[in-house]
């Protein structure tokens, strides 16, 4: 059946989130929203669905952005392409739409980090094929969105849930509750502020820089008002001391941001906190939870280990991606990109050494690992 490809405009929202929601490798950085969400930061999304006839069959959900004083642009699909990575004629067809569209658009080249294994040689040799080449990466988690997760199969009942969970994490979890740390019944807009203090205080004790009040403000107006996404608060002797924020679109849900104060961590409520994610991802039917980026180095002297051993401990599996890959269109413009960009993060790395510095920064105690976001682009 022959393939055809359009630009899918706010009219068809609704058709284009059914089929990335319930597609293979469908992602919440796919959905209509999250590109609305990224356009109140300055980039344009732009949604391509391949039809063959009137069946979708692949779909990509494209980030532009204009380079600084250049008629030029770059492109980035977070977790993109969405559709079957064994159709291999609908995403080569889907790549050569881009190809169109970059050249309407100049971008000088695509970025995509697909949701696919490492053990999937065949489909790196597919994107070689397509003229892909692997990308440059930064340090931590190796890449815009991180290269190493855990997921849980959350198929299981609560009971086989419980009973996976490792003996230390088990125990904090009950420690959390045996001292009285509890839930927010009901986490309301008028929440947000509070949820925004613990991040600012989360950054600046790990060092990592997080965006403004006004980009949780945009999630929460466009996302979790519609139920794609959710904040969770614990609350302890009548303070709230930790928060998380975690999206949920199809049959998975995802941790993106965590939260605590600088007081009560050692009364665990990170613990708690994942376990109500996890249910809340039980009471929506999902599939999947994804706790999102884990360090490459799994050595126990690497200071992200802890953040490792923490989502280890809920019984989730180890997985590493194929990473990032760039479609060239310019190459010249592109080897100018390759060697500015990793200049700039080396900037915003020392800068934030500098100012921990100033500030003594806290070292964070082990258990309460989890509170620094996963890229979010």
């Known amino acids: 059946m022959q393939l055809r490809y359009r630009e899918i405009t706010a009219g068809e929202r609704d058709q284009f989130n059914d089929f990335v929601a319930n597609a293979p490798k469908g992602h919440f950085l796919q959905s209509w929203e999250w590109g609305e969400v990224k356009a109140a930061t300055g980039w344009q999304p732009l949604r391509i669905l391949v039809e063959a006839g009137a069946e979708p069959v692949a779909a990509l959900s494209i980030l532009k952005r204009p380079l600084p004083g250049l008629p030029y642009s770059i492109f980035y699909a977070p977790r993109g392409p969405v559709g079957d990575p064994g159709n291999w004629e609908a995403l080569a067809f889907l790549f050569q739409a881009t190809r169109e569209l970059a050249r309407r658009h100049r971008a000088v080249f695509l970025k995509i980090d697909p949701d696919i294994p490492l053990q999937d040689s065949q489909f790196q040799r597919f ?80 060092r990592f820089l997080i965006r403004g009040y006004s980009y949780f403000e945009t999630i929460w107006d466009l996302m979790v008002e519609k139920g794609m996404a959710r904040i969770f608060l614990a609350e302890y002797e009548g303070k709230v001391i930790a928060g998380t924020l975690a999206f949920l679109f199809g049959p998975t849900v995802w941790y993106l941001y965590g939260a605590s104060g600088n007081q009560y961590r050692n009364v665990m409520p990170n613990y708690l906190l994942q376990w109500a994610m996890i249910n809340w991802a039980k009471d929506n039917h999902c599939r999947l939870y994804d706790f999102r980026g884990v360090p490459g180095n799994l050595h126990p002297d690497d200071p992200l280990y802890g953040l490792y051993r923490f989502k280890k401990g809920f019984g989730g599996i180890y997985t590493e991606f194929i990473g990032e890959f760039d479609l060239v269109y310019r190459p010249l413009l592109y080897q100018g990109w390759n060697w500015a960009e990793p200049r700039y993060y080396h900037t915003v790395r020392r800068y934030l050494a500098w100012k921990k510095s100033l500030a003594g920064g806290a070292e964070q105690p082990e258990g309460e690992a989890g509170a620094a976001p996963a890229a979010d682009h």
């Open 127 to 206: 994107l070689l094929e397509q003229g892909f080449r692997p990308a440059q990466t930064h340090e931590g988690f190796e890449g815009v969105q991180p290269r190493f997760v855990f997921r849980l199969d959350t198929t299981p009942d609560r009971e086989q849930l419980a009973a996976a969970l490792a003996p230390k994490t088990r125990y904090n979890l009950r420690l959390a509750e045996k001292r009285g740390v509890r839930l927010k019944p009901l986490v309301t807009r008028d929440d947000l502020p509070e949820f925004y203090r613990l991040l600012v205080e989360t950054a600046r004790r790990d």
